[in-house]
């Protein structure tokens, strides 16, 4: 079986896991170990049974809980040179502990029986990328955070059976909140996140033939709301609204079978 699920999606932390297989990939850690435990049980996984950890880049609400948890479960961890050193610039000795293995953001690796294919996106970290994971036939794409959509991210994720995309704020509501002007200006970059209207730009630019599955993700708790997502997402599609998912903060989603 080939399936994935979100332990939670947002500015306070993400983690997604990809099972194929005897195989479960996490994409990212921005938990801390406890409460990552306390979110895997919830699906049904025994932390233990984890595979590795895949880390799209070094901000804290996506890898704040990476080295901690895989030193915790002795967890190989598969990031880029410039995400590990970011990681290390507090502490030089972080990670040292743990498997830490330098992956190319164009060259497509394994961990188990799962095919990761890494995929390079602008955003304000290092060396950031996002991913697509497979079991050789069916794929997911995951992509949180990228301040706009690029012809490699396009080319990464056309086709796909599955995607987990960002769809961060509504560009009005931002503008219009009570972000600090100089906040307001790096999210809505083109190295900061994606909006719900860039997200659905770049759905309708997708060969969508396959899709069983999307989750707008990375909802902005102060700049969004669940209903603007929704109705974005499915214009793009021509579908119902109720068909797109979402991934919240709190409790992520369930697991869904690709």
Known sequence: MT???SLGSGSEGNCLIFEAGATRVLVDCGFKPKEAQTRLERLG?????????????EHSDHAGGVFALARLYNLG????????AAMREPDPDAGRDVACHIID?????????????????????????????????????????????TPRIQESLTGCD??????????DMLWNGAYPKWLKQRIAGPFGHLDNEDSARLIGALD?????HVVGAHLSQQNNRPEIV?????????????????????EGFGWRSL
């Open 77 to 84: 961890v598969w990031l880029t040179h410039g995400t590990l």
């Open 208 to 212: 969508c033939s396959r899709l069983k």
């Open 3 to 5: 399936r994935f699920a």
């Open 105 to 149: 953001g164009q060259l497509p690796f394994a961990v188990g029986d799962a095919r990761v294919e890494p995929f390079t996106v602008p955003h304000d970290a290092r060396e950031p990328v996002q991913f697509v994971l497979s079991d050789g036939a069916r794929r997911l794409g995951v992509l949180t955070d990228a301040g706009c959509s």
């Open 45 to 57: 996984v025994e932390p233990a049974s984890l595979s590795g950890i895949v880390v799209t880049h």
């Open 230 to 250: 929704r109705t974005a997402l499915a214009r793009a599609l021509n579908c119902e609204e109720s068909w797109i998912g979402l991934a919240t903060q709190d």
């Open 162 to 171: 599955a995607l987990v995309l960002e769809a961060n704020h509504d560009l």
